[in-house]
């Protein structure tokens, strides 16, 4: 897990053995055969930070833990802010334009990427929710931020079994202005189309809302 959305840079080498996946700050690597240690470049879409990984992939069938990364600049930078400046006046977004921020930030290539006035990031605690009756998906948060008194959320939700799950706001727990599926159905777990995002918009923090 990195602190925010990144793109990941393979050698020439690694493209045809090594898989990749990119959601929202969280990488997925999957080795199709071993490989010696390989630098990796990854960079930071929001900023250009650069993190460099050695990678290297074996036989061994051991389990790996999940590394998540942080950034001390990036955390100052956050927590850093002069209560002495007055409030600047920023515009009411909507639903349909919060939602397709977020998607943006997630999915868009790095060039397209635009920041909205008045909306800040929150922190949010990467772990799994309940957020779906019937416990076949998965739902972890993914990034959120604050649009006023608007709160806005992206959930990553994957699907725990082999049959393929369509996607239905009604089964969603909570209390959501909006709830928009970035695809309403997935295949089941194992192949690539087995994970998307939601996007949720409410009145109160997701942890409340929930």
Sequence with gaps: DFPGPVR???????????????????????????????????????????????????????????????DPELEKSELSSDPAEPSPTFPTYGYVELTRFAAQQLYAP??????????????VRRAAVPLIHGGQVIAEPLVAWRAGDLYLTAVKLKNSTSNPVTLDPRTLRG????????????????????????????????????
Excluded: C
């Design 8 to 70: 990941i840079g393979l050698p020439v080498s690694l493209q045809p053995i090594l898989r990749v996946q990119s959601v929202a700050g969280t990488v997925y690597l999957l080795a199709h055969q071993p490989f010696e240690q390989t630098r990796v470049m990854v960079r930071a879409i929001e900023g250009g930070a650069v993190y460099l990984l050695d990678l290297s992939a074996d036989n061994k069938s051991t389990p790996t833990a999940a590394i998540q990364i942080f």
């Design 110 to 123: 790095a060039r397209l990427l635009r920041n909205l006035p008045g909306v800040v990031r929150l922190p």
């Design 175 to 210: 209390s959501w202005l909006t709830a928009t599926f970035q695809h309403n159905r997935l295949l089941g777990a194992g192949n690539e189309a087995d994970t998307t995002v939601v996007y949720l918009i409410s009145a109160r923090p997701f942890e409340t809302a929930l």
